[in-house]
């Protein structure tokens, strides 16, 4: 092990007008000799007590993280709310605490303890947050020497950030995890004929009787995850939604429709099958395989579903930032976010197969005020595709193409 062999964090938060100009402050120090490893007061905007609050536990973990990573670590705070949410004994419900105590939860190593402390012996993170407000410092300030300092030395120079050469995808990865679980619907009529059925079809056919019972063991298989779950947002083509519908009442949350997660229009090749495509357009079949920007039977392409599909993307990931959101969807949307959260070119989608009833697990990190609207910045890590609840067989060709 390097460094300490334990850490204490002690952090604090406060706003002026509750919400008001906010910070917070935090201090690491080595538990046996309770020298100041770091320090970070921070400004953060207008802000609540509790949030202040949260992001100075925030900080703390994260110096802790860079500066201590092997050391156990205890937790120091005056609000009672946040270690005892933290503790596990209090529910988090206000919408504005959970991606907070999300990611302290992601930051915190394995047996970290919280204690409340009264105020006054929390009077240095405190301090840390009032010289922020005061405009008197302004981000992390590392010890030259933490092994030979008190508790009140000195600070270095603040900076913005703690130096570091860890890899970019680390750091991300820290931030605040939004999951989505991307369940393919089930089978209709078309599905076990092999029918183009795009986003507007005419016939636009429901779940057949099999097609429910195969939504209905997903959601079985799903509903541990039921108090974890924010919503179901299901395309409002109808075997979609209601494959959502079904989803949204076994696990207990409520169904928001999104048009962008909808299935690709195939214009005239609608309901047609993939044989009877090449027998009557066999030009544009040929010139559509493997291209992005070919649309099928006057349709759409891929690159017009891509842009609603991440328009609708972020869209969701703005409103559930630190949540769990299960998306019920089709083929090609879902092809389309597992692409863009690989970094894969979309003409991966022809190289990629999801089954009906199918899941794919997609995690997304952005900071804890959420990703920024129309940036395009999103970093992810695929979890899961394209797969299947227990029972089913995972070679079964009779819904192939």
Not at 83 to 90: H, K, R
Not at 147 to 161: C, I, L, Q, S, V
Not at 233 to 239: G, H, K, N
């Amino acid at each position: 092990m390097t460094g300490p062999r334990a850490v204490v964090i002690e952090a604090d938060g406060g706003s002026r007008g509750n919400p008001g100009n906010a910070a917070y402050g935090a201090v690491l120090k080595d538990a046996d000799t309770g020298a100041v490893i770091a320090e970070d007061g921070t400004r953060i905007g207008v802000a609540s007590n509790n949030v202040a609050e949260y992001r100075g536990l925030i900080a703390g973990l994260e110096l802790a993280a860079e500066l201590a990573p092997d050391a156990d670590v205890e937790v120091r705070m005056d609000s009672k709310l946040v270690v005892e949410q933290m503790s596990g004994n209090w529910k988090i419900k206000h919408p504005d605490m959970k991606p907070l105590a999300l990611e302290a939860n992601r930051l915190a190593p394995f047996g970290t303890t919280y204690t409340w402390v009264p105020r006054e012996q929390n009077k240095h993170a405190d301090r840390l947050a009032n010289e922020a407000l005061d405009g008197k410092r302004s981000g992390v300030t590392v010890a030259a020497d933490p092994g030979h300092r008190g508790d009140e030395a000195a600070p270095t120079e603040a900076t913005d950030a703690v130096e570091t050469d860890e890899p970019r995808w680390v750091a991300w990865r820290r931030q605040v995890q939004t999951t989505l679980v991307l369940v393919r619907h089930g089978v209709t009529e078309h599905t076990t004929q092999k029918r183009f059925s795009g986003g507007t079809s005419s016939a636009n056919p429901g779940l057949s009787e099999e097609g429910r019972a195969q939504v209905r063991s997903v959601a079985e298989w799903l509903a541990p995850l039921g108090d974890r779950v924010d919503a179901v947002v299901a395309s409002p083509v109808r075997r979609a939604l209601e494959s959502g519908q079904i989803l949204a009442e076994r696990l207990g949350v409520p169904v928001e429709e999104e048009p962008g997660f909808a299935e690709m229009d195939f214009g005239t090749w609608d309901g047609l099958t993939f044989e009877e495509v090449a027998a009557e357009y066999p030009a544009d079949l040929d010139a559509w395989v493997g291209t992005t920007d070919q649309r099928p039977g006057g349709g759409e392409s891929l690159q017009m579903v891509r842009d609603r599909v991440l328009a609708a993307l972020d869209g969701v990931l703005a409103r559930h930032v630190g949540g769990t959101v299960v998306v019920a969807s089709h083929v090609t949307p879902i092809k389309v976010v597992v692409a863009d959260a690989i970094g894969a070119p979309l003409e991966s989608q022809f190289r990629m197969e999801l089954r009906p009833a199918s899941v794919t697990v997609v995690s997304f990190f952005s900071p804890p005020e959420g990703p920024v609207p129309g940036s395009g910045e999103r970093h992810a890590s695929l979890r899961a595709f394209n797969t299947l609840a227990p029972g089913v067989d995972l070679l079964d060709e009779s819904t192939r193409w």
